[in-house]
């Protein structure tokens, strides 16, 4: 988007041809962006999942222990 404002800025907003190549550069790094950031929120979003239910089984388990070595 910057090169675009910058060619709008040399040459007006007369020729759409002139501002196409600056927004297919943004959409396309925008596009790239969400390729990266949905998938890896997808993941962290698994992970912390799993690692919530390690925490749950551990902190039952010491529960467990705990109250047989209170008797």
Do not use: N
Not at 27 to 33: A, F, P
Not at 36 to 57: E, K, N
């Amino acid at each position: 988007m910057i090169i675009t404002f910058q060619q709008i800025t040399l040459f007006g907003t007369g020729d759409p041809k002139i501002m196409a190549g600056g927004i297919s550069q943004a959409l396309v790094t925008t596009v790239l962006g969400l390729v990266v950031a949905i998938p890896t929120t997808l993941a962290d979003s698994f992970l912390q999942s799993s690692a919530r239910s390690v925490v749950d089984v551990l902190e039952e388990q010491a529960t467990g222990i705990v109250a047989e070595k209170a008797k």
